[in-house]
């Protein structure tokens, strides 16, 4: 394969340095072919260059990350974003599937996420992240979050709203929908339940992770059991029901 052509927008010179640094010794199918202190010199090299990646600082003097998105036609490159913002971003980033990494740089997740890059762009695989992101930051910490899901196929985009329970199935795990559909997903239900989480979800047995705004009974019992909008029975494990019930004190 070709190297990957990309641009740094990172308006301080120390940060930019370093990056490129890591860049050149860690990741040596990337070549930096412009640097950007700013979004709107980052808006006229990405018209020029047509870059593969961009790696973007959220934060910038006169105008953030998000303003030069939403000021670009079309977005048909990789983005990392690189960011200091705290969990609850963190998490939209997570649901939205975007690269990013967290100041100080780690060379490590600086690889992974190159890596990750790398392989969407010889895939050709096109998904508009950055609209994703933009959306569930608008709605910070609410299930009209949407989470990206990958298919055997492809992947799915749906929103947190939209998904009633999970249910692990060795290495996958499948998804149940409020329009009674449902989708079988290639990640173990752990991905899941790290990612869902902070978002009204909760584990309640190994096999389960349900949406916590469609509990509609809980039954007693050793464990007990939660009854769903739908009427789905889920059991509840002993280890687990300290856990399930401290959500709805």
């Given amino acids: 394969m070709k ?9 301080e010179l ?3 340095e370093t990056l490129r640094n890591y860049v050149g010794k ?3 199918e990337v070549r930096i072919v412009s640097e950007c202190p700013n979004i709107q010199t980052a808006q006229t090299a990405i018209g020029i260059h047509q870059p593969d990646l961009v790696f973007l600082d959220i934060e910038m003097p006169y105008g953030n990350a998000f303003d030069l998105l939403e000021q670009l036609e079309t977005i048909d490159f990789e983005i990392i974003f690189i ?3 705290d969990q609850y971003a963190v998490q939209a980033f997570n649901l939205s599937a975007v690269h990013y990494l967290l100041k100080p740089l780690d060379i490590e997740e600086l690889i992974s996420a190159v890596d990750k890059a790398k392989s969407r762009i010889e895939k050709s ?8 992101l933009l959306e569930n930051m608008a709605a910070l910490n609410t299930q009209q979050q949407k989470v990206v899901l990958p298919l055997l196929d492809g992947f799915e985009v749906v ?7 999970c249910e692990a199935q060795d ?5 149940y929908f409020t329009n009674h559909k449902k989708s079988l997903i290639c990640r173990k239900l752990k991905f899941f339940e790290n990612t869902l989480t902070p978002h009204r979800f909760c584990r309640v047995h190994r096999s389960y992770l349900i949406n916590l705004e469609y509990v509609k009974r809980y039954l007693k019992g050793k464990g007990g059991s939660v009854v769903l909008e739908n009427g789905v029975e889920i059991p509840v494990a002993v280890a687990r029901k300290g856990t399930f ?3 709805f004190k």
């Fill in 159 to 165: 929103k947190l709203s939209n998904i009633l329970y």
């Fill in 14 to 16: 120390d940060s930019r």
């Fill in 83 to 85: 960011t200091a913002f």
């Fill in 171 to 175: 290495n996958f795990t499948c998804f």
């Fill in 125 to 132: 695989q096109k998904i508009n992240q950055s609209k994703i």
């Fill in 245 to 247: 019930l401290e959500q």
């Fill in 26 to 28: 860690y990741c040596k």
């Fill in 3 to 11: 190297k990957i052509t990309a641009i740094i927008v990172e308006d």
